[in-house]
């Protein structure tokens, strides 16, 4: 794609359009009928990648428009829920750390001009682990190295910091003081409302699943008749991308159910808020939580993958088996919320890889399209280096990463990326 800013179009037929004309080269044309619309970039899905992928391009000079079945941050999207972890520690995956913080810089800066500083909330972030857990250990090694703030705690002193907390089997623990989470669809909506601020078309429609193999896409088409041309086409439809590309994306995605509770804590009980407890987890027993704000709850929420799901026939009410799974657990691990009720919960969907690592890579048969997902229960914190990166791609050409690329996503998981 050309680097030359282009100015906004609104015009021209049919035919000089299917026949992949550059749009900055339908300047001045008469509009005709069948008019259709022109952009640099088409957006599809305004989750968290496609709302920063079309806030950095847009801020970068290009003519985007977003477009989303149900609009920006909606419930039924994996960026829906009322809040995501942003954590500094991967293991020994040292681009994800990177990454987080590159995004944590971002998403504070545009949460600032937003006016809205407090949909992140600096609450710290517990890493429970046990005797030489080896993930914890890696962590430590990375954050040591990239000099990320954090603090090695033994067991008495994480027994007299959170008494809250019945420990069990945690021997000691590491903690990312300057990471917390995000108040995730709200988040999402702030990005999208700041995009659409610079310029950004923000449209509330479902595009059709494109040809298979058509060598270029040349105009999307609506599922109420409407196109929409574009120098090039981003799709981070999240779960919906293997529906839209199943030839593509049908055997190498793999979409889980995924469950989260909120626990009422007792009246008058706040050891369980904000700047009280961090979040944490407990990755050992593939479970992890954030703090209640705002009086939503404590959310508690299995990481484990659950069961292969269909976004659109999702029933989102969690089962009785995994609320049974939840309230022994909380009981154990948080003895003051034994006797809490569930106060809330929400049902959503992990798009995996095979391994974790994001796919950010063109189609194989449609040269202008590109295809972003694959956020594998760990995407979100990372939506603003994600839209750089993308910006960046379209911008010079270069391949992307092969860890981002379609060829390494195999089509048995393993996951590697927590
Ligand atoms: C329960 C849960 C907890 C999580 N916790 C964390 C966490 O703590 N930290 C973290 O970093 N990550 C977390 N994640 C992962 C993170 O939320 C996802 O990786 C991220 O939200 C994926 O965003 P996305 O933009 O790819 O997809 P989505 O948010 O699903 O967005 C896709 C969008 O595409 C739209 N769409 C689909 N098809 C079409 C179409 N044909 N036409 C138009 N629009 C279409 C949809 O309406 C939707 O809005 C969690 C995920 C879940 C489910």
């Not at 969690?318 to 948080?334: H, P, S």
């Not at 690592?357 to 760990?378: A, E, K, N, Q, Y």
């Amino acid at each position: 794609m050309t680097t030359t800013r282009r100015r906004f179009l609104k015009v021209v037929g049919a035919g000089a359009l299917g026949a992949g004309l550059d749009p900055g080269r339908l300047l001045g044309q008469a509009p005709a009928v069948g008019t259709r619309d022109v952009y640099d970039v088409a957006v599809v899905g305004a989750g968290v990648f496609g709302s920063w992928i079309a806030h950095e391009l847009q801020q970068s000079g290009r003519r985007v428009v977003l477009i989303d079945a149900y609009g920006p941050g909606n419930a039924r999207s994996s960026s829906g829920g009322q809040t995501r972890v942003i954590r500094m520690g991967y293991g020994d995956q040292e681009l994800y750390s990177r990454w987080s913080l590159r995004s944590l810089e971002k998403w504070q800066e545009l949460l600032r001009r937003a006016a809205r500083p407090s949909f992140f909330q600096r609450s710290g972030v517990l890493w429970m682990a046990r005797e030489r857990d080896p993930l914890t250990v890696k962590t430590a090694a990375t954050l040591e190295k990239l000099g990320v703030p954090h603090e090695k705690l033994e067991r008495p002193e994480l027994e007299a910091r959170w008494p809250q907390i019945d420990f069990g089997p945690i021997t000691w623990a590491l903690y990312e003081p300057e990471s917390g989470f995000l108040t995730a669809f709200h988040a999402v909506q702030a990005v999208a409302e700041r995009a659409r601020k610079l310029g950004c078309e923000v449209r509330t429609a479902r595009v059709a699943p494109p040809p298979a193999d058509a060598g270029r896409l040349a105009a999307l088409a609506t599922d109420r008749g409407a196109k929409v041309a574009a120098g090039a086409y981003v799709f981070a439809c999240g779960p919906w991308l293997p529906k839209l590309f199943p030839d593509v994306l049908g055997e190498r995605f793999f979409t889980s159910r995924q469950e989260v509770f909120y626990i009422g804590p007792p009246p008058g009980e706040e050891r369980f808020r904000v700047g009280a407890i961090p979040v944490w987890a407990d990755f050992g027993e593939e479970i992890y939580g954030v703090p209640d704000f705002k009086g939503r709850g404590f959310k508690v929420a299995p990481d484990r993958h659950g069961p292969p799901v269909d976004p659109d026939s999702l029933e989102r009410v969690v089962t009785a088996e995994t609320t049974r799974r939840v309230l022994e657990y909380v009981a154990r691990r948080f003895p003051p919320l034994a006797a809490s009720p569930v106060v809330g919960s929400e049902v959503c969907q992990y798009t995996n890889t095979s391994n974790g690592d994001f796919l950010i890579d063109r189609h194989p048969g449609l040269d202008d399209v590109w295809l972003v997902g694959g956020g594998s229960g760990h995407g979100f914190k990372h939506g603003p280096a994600i839209g750089e990166y993308v910006t960046a791609r379209l911008e010079d050409g270069d391949a992307v990463d092969p860890r981002f690329s379609l060829a390494t996503k195999a089509t048995v998981q393993q996951r590697t990326v927590f």
